[in-house]
Every structure is written in C-alpha cells, then in structure tokens.
Nanobody, 122 residues
C-alpha cells in the first residue's frame, strides 16, 4: 500500500483545513487508517484513527471535538477535517495504514505516507 497525503497549508487560528490521504491498492477497504503528527522538536503523536468499516474511531484528547476522521472506501481515501485550528496544531501530518486497528493506534503501522505540513498562525 502506498499512501499520499495532501491538503496541508497555512491557515489562521480558528480556521479549517481538510487533509486527504489517497491509498493505492485494491484492498484499501480492509485497512485501518490513522493520522499522526509531528511538530518541530517533538515526537510523532497520534491524532485519529478509523477502522476499515468506520465503526471504530478514536481521537487524541487534544483534537477531540475539533477534528473528524472519515473514509471513502470507493475512492481509497481517508480524510481529516480539522476545525477551530490552533497554533499548537502546527505540525507535519502523516497518514498510516495497517490491517490491525490497534496497530494503527499504537503507531506501529506497516505503511506510512510522506506527510503534509500544516501551519497555524496566531
């Protein structure tokens, strides 16, 4: 599986962005997907995850209520809608995929995208 993240950019605090992660391969619908982020000088951290069916979703506490993860299996794409962005959301955002949902959540996914940069100005 190859993952291509896009949608990052520069936005003012309080604004919104939608990230997309397009996956190659015909078995996308069988993969759990996740979003992670890494701010300068910090470790990569979990943001959100969604199971292959969409029935299980988890968020980091810092983004719960502001971000929403979703997927369109027909388009082999997972999305991260980010609302009410804050300067502390500034980071490179990565998408990840694995057969196991728990593996995605624990940042041990087999497949990772290249990252898309999000900058939130105050």
């Amino acid at each position: 599986v190859q993952l291509q993240a896009s949608g990052g950019g520069l936005v003012q605090a309080g604004g919104s962005l939608r990230l997309s992660c397009a996956a190659s391969g015909r078995t996308f619908s069988r993969y759990a997907m996740g979003w992670f982020r890494q701010a300068p000088g910090k470790e990569r951290e979990f943001v959100a995850a969604i199971s292959w069916s969409g029935s299980s979703i988890d968020y980091a506490g810092s983004v719960n209520g502001r971000f929403a993860i979703s997927r369109d299996n027909a388009k082999n794409t997972v999305y991260l809608q980010m609302n009410n962005l804050k300067p502390e959301d500034t980071a490179v955002y990565y998408c990840a995929a694995d057969n196991s949902y728990s593996t995605v959540v624990s940042a041990r996914s087999r497949y990772w995208g290249q990252g898309t940069e999000v900058t939130v100005s105050s």
